[in-house]
């Protein structure tokens, strides 16, 4: 099945508790105009990894007006972090003033600034910071990769991801993602084997593992990763809780395949304390508070010597075409968050056979989905 029909089937399944999302865009604005607003985006599937279950996910949107150019962000609130879409909404209002009355080309100066007074709330952050970015590059004219000086051709494959759920459906999903040449897939719970085997049985296709700390020591780890091993497995993300840096480093030293930190890289000042024991990092907007501190990251990983992946949590094209913009940068990516759900208002990366199409308009390149 092509991804067209595959995408066609999958938005005539009943999406259960379904909200119909208007997104009106506001009109432009001459003077300076920040809207917020909460959405909510329906899954095609169940998602399930070790630490939650739903059948939705709320994020905040959020548009910056300012002589007749609109530009988009928006923030995927993660739960571990503390914060949900309210509280990203409140922390965007809390900086209004200093938004509507700030020169946006002076973005780097207008996002340290929140950075000092806001607490917290890297969603709500993002969406600002996507915001800005997006304006500023429909501003000059060009696209975002063009403003961080990369080539569109250099991006990577992106993996599209399986969560857990029986195996039934678990190959089913498999083979619903027969475009996709890499796979990423969630373990971390007591039905691991049965998961990788089920999907083993209808692909021999790479995969790329999130234990999301799922493991809780690091023999069950290391155990785990060796048995991964034999199955096709290219790198492990995260296979324990954050803090358990040492644990992490001691499993390093007994598997073959690449560690790649993401709840332990968050900022980049964690990555530096993450040398010894993971081999990357895996950098997503909403954890960091948007694309200027993103690519920080990536920078500073890549000086130490680092890989360097590119993530998403679900969300529109709008969050994850942002991400897309930097990711020439990276080594891999799991950029597929826009594509588990069922009512994106907007147009913008496209996934060709795995690899991520750049939008070639300036800015984020969006156009509303009709
Ligand atoms: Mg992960």
Redesign the pocket.
């Known amino acids: 099945m092509n991804r067209r029909k595959f995408l066609k089937t999958a938005s005539m399944a009943p999406a259960a508790g379904a909200v119909a999302v208007a997104m009106a865009a506001p009109a432009p604005a001459a003077n300076p105009a920040l809207s917020t607003k909460i959405v909510r985006l329906n899954l095609r599937h169940t998602w399930t990894t070790t630490m939650s279950s739903s059948q939705y996910r709320d994020t905040l949107h959020t548009t910056f007006s300012r002589g007749g150019i609109i530009g988009h962000g928006e923030g995927a609130p993660i739960v571990r972090y503390h914060e949900d879409a309210a509280s990203a909404q409140k922390a965007v209002e809390s900086v209004r003033d200093l938004l509507l009355t700030a020169d946006p080309m002076q973005f780097a100066k207008i996002m340290a600034e929140i950075f000092k007074r806001v607490p917290g709330e890297w969603a709500g952050k993002a969406a600002i910071d996507i915001a800005l970015m997006d304006w500023v590059g429909q501003k000059l004219g060009i696209p975002l990769y063009t403003y961080f000086g990369l080539d569109p051709k250099d991006t990577p494959l992106t993996t599209f991801s399986i969560g857990i759920d029986t195996p039934e459906i678990t190959k089913q999903k498999t083979l619903e993602a027969a475009d996709y040449p890499v796979l990423k897939v969630k373990v971390g719970l007591a039905t691991d084997e049965a998961t990788i085997e089920a999907i083993r049985s209808v692909t021999k296709k790479p995969l790329r593992v999130?234990a999301?700390e799922g493991w809780k020591d690091k023999e069950e780890a290391v155990r785990k990763i060796n048995w991964l091993e034999k199955m096709g497995v290219e790198f492990i993300?995260?296979p324990l809780p954050a803090e358990m840096l040492e644990e992490t480093r001691w499993v390093r030293s007994r598997v073959h395949i690449p560690l790649i930190a993401?709840?332990a890289c968050q900022h980049a000042a964690d990555i530096p304390k993450l040398k010894e024991s993971f081999d990357g990092v895996?950098v997503k907007l909403d954890k960091s508070g948007g694309m200027l501190e993103a690519y920080r990251m990536l920078q500073i990983a890549k000086a130490l010597g680092m890989k360097t992946m590119l993530?998403c949590m679900i969300s529109t094209s709008v969050s994850v075409t942002a991400a897309a913009h930097l990711s020439p940068l990276v080594d891999f990516s799991?950029l597929d968050g826009n594509l588990l759900i069922s009512n994106d208002p907007f147009h913008g990366v496209r996934v060709e056979k795995g690899k991520l199409i750049l939008p070639k308009g300036a800015g984020l390149g969006l156009s509303a989905a009709k």
Do not use: L
């Open positions: 999130d999301n993300e995260q993401d709840e895996n993530g799991d």
